[in-house]
């Protein structure tokens, strides 16, 4: 896997224990791994890009979904008029970044099958509608952190 872009990742990943992240994956049951999506666009530059911008799709989905659970968890007795303000623009701001994160999949999907390569693995999602979309999202960035954090141990 060659992302250019990881530097965005910051630390997050590295705040959930490996088997947290591995048992969403699992639970997840997503069409396709990882592992095998990257190889579908392995040698194909035109591919491979677009893997990277739904990756990154994906990932600020992620990360936006951990802010959104986060912010929830204020105090009832802590939240204010702003609270409530924030509260909408964030959700906003979440359902468009979801859309974009599906617009990315589907984009890739169709060009893999434009370059003779599979695409089955969009039908689940199809089927599932947003939430499937979401599942997939997060779990291919948790199986991208855990990519990282093994890399990082094996590199020290």
């Not at 190889?39 to 491979?48: A, D, R």
């Not at 936006?64 to 964030?90: C, G, L, T, Y």
């Not at 370059?115 to 291919?140: C, K, M, T, V």
Request: hydrophobic share 30%; aromatic share 10%.
């Amino acid at each position: 896997m060659n992302f250019r872009k990881t530097e965005q990742l910051g630390d997050e990943h590295r705040k959930h224990p490996d088997a947290e992240l591995e048992d969403f994956i699992e639970r997840a049951h997503t069409p396709i791994s990882l592992e095998e999506l990257d190889k579908l666009c392995e040698g194909n530059e035109f591919l491979e890009s677009l893997y990277e911008t739904m990756m990154d799709y994906c990932t600020r989905y992620t990360e936006d979904v951990f802010k959104m659970k986060a912010f929830s968890k204020i105090p009832v007795s802590e939240r204010d008029e702003n609270w409530q303000s924030e509260d909408k623009k964030n959700d906003r701001l979440r359902h468009t970044l979801h859309q974009a994160t599906m617009d990315s999949i589907n984009i890739l999907a169709r060009n893999l099958k434009e370059q003779g390569r599979s695409n089955e693995w969009l039908r689940p999602l199809d089927a599932g509608g947003r939430s499937a979309y979401g599942r997939f999202a997060i779990s291919l960035t948790f199986s991208y952190y855990l990519f990282l954090r093994r890399k990082e141990e094996h590199h020290g």
